[in-house]
């Protein structure tokens, strides 16, 4: 069956980094777009950024553009998100979906960023 498995998260102060991974597993993963999503305590989970199968980035938030990036390695099976300076508003449970929102979803990696 369809897994994801998110890794990398944790505590961080304001303007450092993080990568993030997502190890897929179960469907062809160089044939879906994968995307990174968060939620903030008490707020809507929202998308952060995609990635095609073919490794182009689409729907990067206007809030993390010039700070994250979205890439793939379809070799690995494994999603990334890398995460520069980091400010405390950033602090989420960050997820990785396949599929669309209705689609698969991980468990979650929580991200906090220090002040």
């Known amino acids: 069956q369809v897994q994801l498995v998110e890794s990398g998260g944790g505590l961080v102060q304001a303007g450092g980094s993080l990568r993030l991974s997502c190890a897929a597993s179960?469907?062809?993963?160089?044939?879906?777009?994968m995307s990174w999503y968060r939620q903030a305590p008490g707020k809507e989970r929202e998308l952060v950024a995609g990635?095609?199968?073919?490794?182009?980035?689409?729907n990067t938030a206007d809030s993390v553009k010039g700070r994250f990036t979205i890439s793939r390695d379809n070799a690995k099976n494994t999603a990334y998100l890398q995460m520069n300076s980091l400010k405390v508003e950033d602090t989420a449970i960050y997820y990785c979906?396949?599929?669309?929102?209705?689609?698969?979803w991980g468990q979650g990696t929580q991200v906090t960023v220090s002040s």
């Open positions: 979906n396949a599929f669309g929102r209705n689609g698969a």
């Open positions: 179960g469907f062809t993963f160089s044939r879906y777009v």
């Open positions: 990635i095609t199968g073919a490794g182009s980035i689409i």
